[in-house]
C-alpha cells in the first residue's frame, strides 16, 4: 500500500495504523481535531498522541502544514494545559511552530458560570515541517485605508535587527487576514450535514486552511476526520483528500457528505 491508493477515500481505521503505509513526504497539508481531555465520548475513542505526531511529521512533505485545532477542559478551577502540552510537543518531534492562531466561535455555548469570563475559542496551532512553502494569503479591508500615517518600529528576532519604517502612504484598500478567525459553529445551513457529529468544524475554518496552505491537486489529510469536513472542503476546492476515523459509524457519514456536497456550497474562488 502507498498513499496514492488512500487518495480521495474515506479510511475507517485507527490512523496510526493507516499512516504506516504512507510514504515519507507523501501528504501537502493536515487540517485535524484530535479528541482532547475526554470532553466527549467518540465512538471507539483510542488516541495515541505522540506516535501520530510522529507519524504526521513522517509523512508530511518539507514546507507542509499541519493545522491542530485543540482547546482545554476546566478541572477542578484549572485548565488542563493540554493544548500547550501537545504543542510544545510538536515542536520536540521537529516541527515549527508557524503561528498559533485562534479559532472564535460567534455563538459559544452558554456555560455555567464559574468566576470567569466566557470561553469563547479553541487553538488552531499551525505546524510547518521546515519553512512553510505555499502561503495564499486571505485579503481583507484596511480600516484606514487612503489615510496617510505615521511610521513604525519593527523588529527582526531572527537577525536581532530593529528598523523604524514608515508604513504605506496612503494605507492601501487591503491588508493581509489576522491570524483570529471568527465563525458561527453550527447554525450555518452548509455545515447542517455534519450535526450528526458531536463535534464538527464550520467548513469555512476547512475552507480558509485549505486555500491559504495548498494549492489545487495538493493532498489534504484528515486522520480523524469525523464527519469528514476537511475532506468535503478539500473535494470542494479541487485538491486530493484523505480522510481516517475509527468509527464506522462517522466514516460513513463523512462518506455520505461527500457524495452529497451540492454544486453551489462555496462561494469562494477556486485558487
Ligand atoms: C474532534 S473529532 C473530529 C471532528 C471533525 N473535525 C469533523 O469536522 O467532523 C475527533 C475524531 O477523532 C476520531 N478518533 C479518535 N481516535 C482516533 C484514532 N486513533 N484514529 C482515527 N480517528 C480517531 C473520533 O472518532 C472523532 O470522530
Known sequence: MSTKDYLNKIIQGDCLDVLKNFENGSVDLVVTSPPYDNLRAYNGYKFNFEGI???????????????????????????TGTSFQQALFFKEA???????????????????????????????????????KVHNPIMVDCLHAGLQLNGTTYKNYSKDIQTRKKMAKPVKDKKIK????????????????????????????????ILSWTNKSDVVLDPMCGSGTTCVGA??????????????????????????????????KVI
Open 53 to 79: 505526531v510522529k507519524e504526521l511529521f513522517r509523512v508530511i512533505r518539507k514546507g507542509g502544514i499541519v493545522v491542530w485545532v485543540i482547546g482545554d477542559a476546566t478541572i477542578d478551577g484549572s485548565e
Open 94 to 132: 521537529g516541527f515549527n511552530l508557524h503561528d498559533t492562531m485562534i479559532f472564535k466561535k460567534r455563538n459559544p455555548i452558554p456555560q455555567v458560570y464559574r468566576k470567569r469570563y466566557t470561553n469563547e475559542f479553541e487553538y488552531m496551532f499551525v505546524f510547518s515541517k521546515e519553512l512553510t
Open 178 to 209: 489576522g491570524n483570529v478567525w471568527e465563525y458561527v459553529v453550527g447554525k450555518n445551513k452548509e455545515d447542517q450535514p455534519a450535526k450528526e457529529h458531536p463535534a464538527p468544524f464550520p467548513i469555512k475554518l476547512v475552507e480558509d486552511h
Open 235 to 268: 473535494k470542494k476546492l479541487d485538491r486530493n483528500y484523505i480522510g481516517i476515523d475509527i468509527s464506522k459509524e462517522y466514516c460513513d457519514l463523512a462518506k455520505k457528505r461527500i457524495k452529497e456536497i451540492p454544486a453551489d456550497l462555496f462561494s469562494s
